[in-house]
């Protein structure tokens, strides 16, 4: 079993900067991928940035060339640094994780979320 607990989240400006941080509580050796879901008001959720055990990352074209995804195996934490920030950012940012495939879209657990607010 596997528990993710987010923090980072607040209100910034757009073109600045924040980093999520998901504390990984359990079995962190079983996972295979990790990733960033967000979901805006009114939006389906979307995968934001994944990263596999590998070190394969993916990156949703929205964010690509600002969001950087990053596992810190010291600390048991899987993180996501984001630069230059949009409104359109704005959302509830869920880590994610999988142990039973290799495919992100088949998450077997989730964190609680953590709002993240770019004002204009």
């Known amino acids: 079993q596997v528990r993710l607990v987010e923090s980072g989240g607040g209100l910034v400006q757009a073109g600045g900067s924040l980093r999520l941080s998901c504390a990984v509580f359990?079995?962190?050796?079983?996972?295979?991928?990790m990733g960033w879901y967000r979901q805006a008001p009114g939006k389906q959720r979307e995968l934001v940035a994944a990263?596999?055990?590998?070190?394969?990352?993916n990156y949703a074209d929205s964010v690509k060339g600002r969001f950087d995804i990053s596992r810190n195996f010291a600390e048991n934490t899987a993180d996501l640094q984001m630069n230059d920030l949009k409104p359109e950012d704005t959302a509830v940012y869920y880590c994610?994780?999988?142990?039973?495939?290799?495919?992100?879209?088949?998450?077997?657990?989730w964190g609680q979320g953590t709002q993240v607010t770019v004002s204009s």
């Open positions: 990263l596999t055990s590998g070190g394969t990352t």
């Open positions: 359990g079995n962190k050796f079983s996972i295979n991928v």
């Open positions: 994610a994780a999988v142990d039973s495939s290799y495919n992100i879209y088949e998450v077997d657990y």
